[in-house]
């Protein structure tokens, strides 16, 4: 009676059968790789990131012109704002006496021998309204690419914290403070870019230029 042994016969079997089954999938693989043009394969990774750049349109985005925050022709400068480079002259007029005490102008002091309009810069948020005993009542507004500006010294306050405003709205009417003796219509005025105190001038007169080029 012959014994069949299993082993020579099984083991060959299965392995015949792996690599048959290996060989199909490879040819499978692919074909089904060919059947993709190169159209079809840009369409799955281009297509999605010029999407995704299209939604974010930042440099195509405007900046609103700056405008003076007030309209009255008759407005001068009274005291300049402190800058440690300007000329010897316009650092004298930026000085400001008070009590014995002389201290630097953080903003424009602008005046008239008439009462004017205040105006708002831009469009933004009113943050903060206030009065304080010398500066008088004090109004802040925060616009869009990190810019800040303080009216301070006015009177007849028309907005409060939390009102949206337009570029030109009137927000108060020209005032007075205790710093300043020579006028009872006054305005001074205080720009923040980003949080640091900027020359109103300069920064109004480069933004204007700015946006006429």
């Known amino acids: 009676m012959k014994v069949r042994r299993l082993r020579k016969f099984v083991i060959p079997t299965v392995y015949s059968i792996a690599i048959v089954a290996m060989f199909a999938t ?21 297509d999605p990131i010029v999407e995704e750049e299209e939604t974010t349109p930042v440099m195509n985005q405007e900046t609103q012109e700056i405008i003076n925050p007030f309209t009255d022709e008759s407005v001068v400068i009274s005291k300049n704002f402190y800058d440690k480079d300007a000329d010897e002259t316009t650092q004298q007029n930026s000085i400001i006496y008070y009590e014995n005490t002389y201290m630097q102008n953080t903003g424009v002091l602008y005046t008239s021998e008439n009462s004017y309009d205040i105006v708002a810069v831009a469009d933004g948020k009113v943050t903060d309204v206030k009065t304080d005993e010398l500066l008088g009542s004090i109004v802040q507004i925060e616009h869009e690419n990190d810019l800040k500006t303080v009216y301070q010294s006015v009177k007849d306050v028309q907005v409060k914290v939390g ?51």
């Open 26 to 46: 490879i040819v499978l693989i692919g074909k089904t790789i060919n059947s993709f043009s190169d159209e079809d394969i840009n369409s799955y990774v281009v």
């Open 163 to 213: 009102d949206q405003v337009s570029q030109g709205d009137i927000i108060a009417k020209s005032g007075e403070n205790k710093l300043s003796n020579t006028n009872k219509n006054c305005l001074l005025f205080e720009v923040y870019q980003k949080g640091s105190l900027v020359n109103p001038q300069t920064f109004l007169s480069q933004n204007q230029k700015a946006n006429n080029e």
